[in-house]
């Protein structure tokens, strides 16, 4: 029996999501990509005024798919990061951290729709755009293609961005074998 979206349902993220997630995450990206302990710290960074801004999506009480947003305030850009480039104030830019789909739901515009919800969580915490690293290294190029759909723009690449993690976080990438060399691309979503 095929999945459609209409068997989704979607929920702002709580600690009851995060086995799930954690789960979900290190199946697509890798081992040691989350844990529960880096998840509350997201968690955390998710609120501002109390809203939250990241969210789930549930099929059956599984966690199916996750986004993982951090409120405007609650971020600082750091060296991966270009803000002169962009369109608004720094402060004024929350961060997309991650966004992962079950394999077996990809398609069904999973991904499209927790980007909503984040934008609209973001907006309301008083957000203007959204920043992102894009895995290029993801199958078919499908991260960047996806992000690009939904409006976000390049800023800039930058080389070895998961670098650091795999040395010292104990990050495995998928892709690489060995230390992560896989390349980001900074990009930023402008909400209307």
Known sequence: MSKQATDIRYESLTPAH?????????FVHGDNYLTEESLQQMYDKSFHNEINASWVAIDNDEV???RLTYAHSQWQPDKWCTPQQWSVPADKVC??????????????????????????SASQQGAMAGLAHI????????????????????????????????IHEGYDCPVCEGICDCEGAEMLLTFS
């Not at 995060?18 to 290190?26: A, E, H, M, P, S």
């Not at 951290?97 to 515009?109: A, E, H």
Request: one cysteine or more.
């Open 64 to 66: 199916v798919g996750f």
């Open 95 to 120: 961060y997309f951290k991650c966004n992962t789909v079950s394999p077996d739901r990809q398609g069904l515009g999973i991904g499209s729709e927790m980007l909503r919800r984040s934008i609209a």
């Open 135 to 166: 895995w290029l290294a993801s199958p078919g190029n499908s991260a960047f293609k996806y992000f690009s759909k939904n409006g976000g723009v390049l800023i800039k690449k930058h080389p070895d961005k998961w670098r650091y993690e795999a």
């Open 18 to 26: 995060f086995q799930g997630v954690v789960t979900l995450g290190n």
